[in-house]
């Protein structure tokens, strides 16, 4: 299990209505016993110190315990690649502000049937269906192991999988089934579209435990991230939700209100060295910019 500790000053600069520059300061983990120092010092210290937190892209391994491979927080001053042209593998969502009609059950009922899990050697992970060939869109470092790959459809279906292709700087990995029958294809939407306060879920696999959906909102947009299985990627951006994402959420979809894909679950922030569940901070790549990269994969 390999996890990374950077020091952090900011995790980019969040946009949306009404933000004030400055990231609100984290909660420090508890201070070894020692002499208490006096108030001078202490506000000296105060002002100079930074908090310690380890970013964890989120994988389960088999066997009950979770997995977790580093990721590297970048800082503000980092800039982030463009953006790959619009483009999509599977069907498209409409544009405008995400509306909650029917609830989020409805929400959640409509993506469940697309969302699949995904096993490779000791790990695993989630993933999607995003066209009728039988492709599905997962992170790369799900596929861990060398070994076969295993997909695990909503009916329970277990089927053998194909890595299409990977692309390791943005963390992206496309397979493919052979079997097509009764596959649902996601709804993609726009992270274009997507404001600050929107309603979002996030379904997949944590720790195993399949179809697991949970809700929150799009806390920030364009935070900057590196990501990779060591943490090592590309600096990039990356949507930031308090939904609840934990080991195994890796490759799902974060969804709006209509349950329109608009990004992928790919990183959690946790204060934790040893790298723990979720304290909600999750990255989730987005579908602009995994969308293009999957269709790049699939043409060859």
């Not at 294809?185 to 879920?201: H, I, N, T």
């Not at 790298?275 to 910019?289: H, K, V």
């Given at each position: 299990m390999v996890t990374s500790h950077d020091r952090l000053s900011g995790l980019g600069r969040p946009r949306g209505p009404g933000f004030t520059p400055g990231d609100p300061p984290l909660a420090a983990p508890p201070e070894e016993p020692g002499p208490r120092p006096g108030p001078a010092a202490t506000a000296r210290k105060?002002?100079?110190?930074?908090?310690?937190?380890?970013?964890?892209?989120?994988?389960?391994?088999?066997?009950?315990?979770?997995?977790?491979?580093?990721?590297?927080?970048?800082g503000d001053g980092q800039a982030a690649p463009a953006a790959l042209p619009r483009s999509t593998a599977g069907p498209v969502g409409s544009s405008g502000p995400a509306g909650a009609a029917g609830g989020l059950s409805g929400t959640a009922a409509k993506v469940l049937p697309s969302v699949v899990s995904v096993e490779s050697g000791r790990g695993s992970g989630s993933g999607f269906v995003i066209d009728g060939s039988g492709h599905l869109l997962t992170n790369a470092h799900v596929l861990t192991g060398g070994a076969g790959v295993t997909v695990v459809l909503s009916d329970g279906r277990r089927l053998p999988a194909t890595v299409v292709g990977t692309d390791a700087a943005y963390d992206l990995a496309v397979l493919r089934v052979n079997d097509t029958r009764?596959?649902?294809?996601?709804?993609?939407?726009?992270?274009?579209?997507?404001?600050?306060?929107?309603?979002?879920?996030?379904?997949?696999?944590p720790l195993g435990l399949a179809g697991t959906v949970t809700g929150g909102i799009v806390s920030a947009l364009d935070r900057q991230v590196r990501l990779g299985g060591n943490g090592s990627g590309s600096g990039q951006t990356a949507l930031q939700t308090d939904a609840s994402i934990n080991p195994g959420n890796s490759g799902g979809p974060l969804v709006n209100a209509r349950g329109e894909v608009i990004g992928i679950n790919t990183a959690i922030a946790?204060?934790?060295?040893?790298?723990?569940?979720?304290?909600?901070?999750?990255?989730?790549?987005?579908?602009?910019?995994?969308?293009?990269?999957?269709?790049?994969?699939?043409?060859?």
């Open positions: 105060a002002g100079a110190a930074r908090v310690l937190v380890a970013a964890a892209l989120v994988a389960a391994v088999t066997g009950g315990a979770a997995g977790i491979a580093g990721a590297r927080l970048a009764a596959l649902v294809p996601a709804e993609l939407g726009r992270s274009a579209d997507v404001a600050v306060g929107d309603q979002v879920l996030a379904i997949g696999s946790t204060l934790s060295r040893r790298g723990s569940g979720s304290i909600g901070i999750g990255f989730a790549i987005p579908i602009d910019r995994a969308a293009p990269v999957a269709e790049r994969i699939i043409r060859g």
